[in-house]
């Protein structure tokens, strides 16, 4: 699943980077059409005229097709086109009035198209570097380059290798911004899949998975020296009366804003999880059992001192939570079931309360 959406970027970018080169190169074509047309019918050249007018109405309508997402159609036209428009003005011209650049740049365009497979690719390849070569044969065999004045040819081919030069420089500029840009989603994919996996979607905390990958770093860095950190297993009191009384979706809410009225009292460098149903896991960063009492009765009086208004309702909550201390002589697992434990002591003590294990 998940090369296949890798293969679908990479069919998105190439796809956008073909559409968007040939959007942005049609003007550019179209209008070099329109001045080769205006010189040929200076130079009395009617038919080659007449078949540049032709490549201005061809290449405008790529432009729209383009557009439109008749990009395969598109492609096709401006290919045979240029193949044709390339090969009748060597032909008529010569291989020094610079019109074989024009086929230089099809590769370019070829190698960018992500619809057409390798096969095929390599295939036109030979084709258009076949025709090249019999046209440069043509050309010096039958002395074609002397039917025009060189100064006409001179032009011509200056002509040719500004609109050679402009057009890669768009094709390349396209190419580079839409890798950017995919790089750029690529990142952001990645970023929101990275949350997803670990983060609980409703209260936004972590989740289980993500907690013990953070709990066993902390663990880390207390076996290297650093403080102890302390643990601290809560759950709402009486969670299924509230949801069976005021309904799930106020029970949802209970716990999205137990969630952040907890994260409103910790440090940055604390971590909630939500562990299972109404169960959220705290871990306290080089804190011990002591201090950690301490900020667990400052999380409870904030919790039951503020109000949990649902439709206009005042819903009672009210927690308990348990606490441990994780040294080097304690385990995760060992500290997680301290603290589970001093959750059921203060259950069964009454709830709504804070209790300790050392």
């Not at 291989?95 to 024009?102: A, E």
């Not at 500290?335 to 209790?355: H, P, S, T």
Request: hydrophobic content about 45%.
């Amino acid at each position: 699943m998940g090369e296949n959406l890798i293969d679908n970027q990479i069919s998105h970018q190439d796809k956008n980077q073909f559409v968007k080169a040939l959007t942005s190169s049609a003007p550019v074509i179209f209008t070099a059409r329109l001045i080769f047309g205006v010189i040929y019918a200076s130079l009395h050249l009617w038919a080659l005229a007449a078949c540049m007018l032709l490549g201005v109405v061809i290449w405008i309508w790529i432009y729209k097709g383009t557009s439109n997402n008749s990009q395969n159609l598109s492609f096709s036209m401006g290919f045979v086109e240029s193949l044709f428009f390339c090969t009748y003005s060597i032909a008529a011209l010569g291989w020094n009035s610079g019109f074989f650049l024009s086929l230089i740049i099809l590769f370019a365009f070829l190698m960018i198209n992500g619809k057409i497979a390798k096969a095929p690719k390599i295939i036109l390849g030979i084709l258009i570097t076949l025709i090249m070569a019999c046209l440069f044969l043509i050309s010096r065999y039958l002395k074609i380059d002397n039917y025009i004045n060189p100064p006409y040819q001179n032009i011509l081919f200056f002509l040719n290798l500004i609109l050679g030069c402009v057009i890669l420089a768009v094709i390349t500029f396209t190419v580079e911004s839409e890798k950017q840009f995919s790089d750029s989603e690529i990142t952001i994919n990645n970023r929101e899949l990275y949350t997803l996996a670990n983060t609980d979607p409703l209260t936004n905390s972590l989740n289980r998975r993500s907690m013990m990958a953070q709990l066993e770093k902390e663990k880390e860095q207390v076996d290297k020296g650093s403080k102890p950190f302390s643990l601290i297993m809560l759950d709402v009191d009486d969670f299924k009366l509230i949801n069976d009384e005021y309904g799930h979706d106020c029970g949802d809410f209970v716990l999205v804003m137990l969630t952040e009225k907890i994260r409103l009292g910790l440090r940055k460098s604390d971590l909630i999880a939500r562990w299972g149903g109404d169960e959220f896991l705290i871990m306290l960063a080089e804190t011990d059992l002591a201090n950690g009492e301490i900020v667990a009765e400052k999380l409870h009086s904030r919790v039951i001192n503020s109000p949990c208004i649902y439709h206009e309702v005042d819903i009672p909550v009210t927690i308990t939570l348990g606490i441990s201390q994780c040294d080097r002589n304690t385990g995760i697992g060992s500290g997680i079931r301290k603290a589970d434990l001093a959750l059921y002591r203060g259950k069964q003590a009454g709830k709504n309360r804070v209790m300790w294990i050392d």
